[in-house]
C-alpha cells in the first residue's frame, strides 16, 4: 500500500542554519503531497502542499517541490528560527481516495526540529 | 473562519469506562475525518463522513468504537470499555471539494489517557 518515509530525528540545528528533511514516498497512482508540523501541545497546521509533478509548495519561508522521479517531497528552509522547533509530518493523499474523498492523509511519523538560539 | 474544534482537549479516564469527543468542523466543510495519534508516531486514519454518511471506516476502528454525524455537522467518537492501548490523541479534521481545494484542516486533538 501507500506509505510515506522520513527522515529520522531528531534535527538539531542552531538559529539561521539551512534545513532539509527528507521525505520519499510509496503511492500507486498520483498522489498530493503535503507536510504539515505541529507545535509542542497543539494539533497539525498545513505547512504548504503541492499536487502534481514539479509543483513547488512553500510557505512561511519553507519550500518542497514534488519529484516524481526520485518519488521525492524534501522540506527546505534556508534559514530557521528557534519558532521553528516543532514536529513535521510529511503525508500523501491518493487522489482516488474515498469514494472522491480526495483520499485520507497517510503520514510519516515525523520528524522532530529543535533550533537553539 | 473559526477552524475545527474539539471537546474536550484532555480526558483521563479510567480501563473500562466510556468516553465520547466531540468535534465541530469548519462550517462549510461537508467531509469530517478522525484520526488516531500515539506519541512517536504520525496520525493514523480511523474513519470519514460526507454530510452525515460515514463512508469509510479503518481496521483501527474496532467494535467498541463508534462515530456519529447525525446532521451532517458535528461528529462525536465514542470509545467503550476504554483500554490502555487507546491512550492516544484524536485528532479530528474536516475539508470540503469546493474549499480551499479540499485541503484537510485539523483541529488541536483531544488527548485521551485510560489509566
Known amino acids: 500500500g501507500d506509505s510515506v518515509t522520513q527522515m529520522e530525528g531528531p534535527v538539531t540545528l542552531s538559529e539561521e542554519a539551512f534545513l532539509t528533511i527528507n521525505c520519499t514516498y510509496t503511492a500507486t497512482g498520483y498522489p498530493s503531497l503535503f507536510w504539515y508540523v505541529q507545535y509542542p501541545g497543539e494539533g497539525l497546521q498545513l505547512l504548504l502542499k503541492a499536487t502534481k509533478a514539479d509543483d513547488k509548495g512553500s510557505n512561511k519561508g519553507f519550500e518542497a517541490t514534488y519529484r516524481k522521479e526520485t518519488t521525492s517531497f524534501h522540506l527546505e528552509k534556508g534559514s530557521v528560527q528557534v519558532s521553528d522547533s516543532a514536529v513535521y509530518f510529511c503525508a500523501l493523499s491518493d487522489r482516488r481516495g474515498l469514494r472522491g474523498s480526495q483520499g485520507n492523509l497517510i503520514f510519516g511519523k515525523g520528524t522532530k526540529l529543535s533550533v537553539k538560539p | 473562519d473559526t477552524g475545527v474544534s474539539q471537546d474536550p482537549r484532555h480526558k483521563i479516564t479510567k480501563r473500562g469506562q466510556n468516553v465520547t469527543f466531540r468535534c465541530d468542523p469548519i462550517s462549510e466543510h461537508n467531509r469530517l475525518y478522525w484520526y488516531r495519534q500515539t506519541l512517536g508516531q504520525g496520525p493514523e486514519f480511523l474513519t470519514y463522513f460526507q454530510n452525515e454518511a460515514q463512508l469509510e471506516k479503518s481496521r483501527l476502528l474496532s467494535d467498541r468504537f463508534s462515530a456519529e454525524r447525525p446532521k451532517g455537522s458535528f461528529s462525536t467518537l465514542e470509545i467503550q470499555r476504554t483500554e490502555q492501548g487507546d491512550s492516544a490523541m484524536y485528532l479530528c479534521?474536516?475539508?470540503?471539494?469546493?474549499?480551499?481545494?479540499?485541503?484537510?484542516?485539523f483541529g488541536e486533538g483531544s488527548w485521551l489517557t485510560v489509566v
Open positions: 479534521a474536516s475539508s470540503s471539494p469546493t474549499v480551499s481545494g479540499n485541503t484537510i484542516y
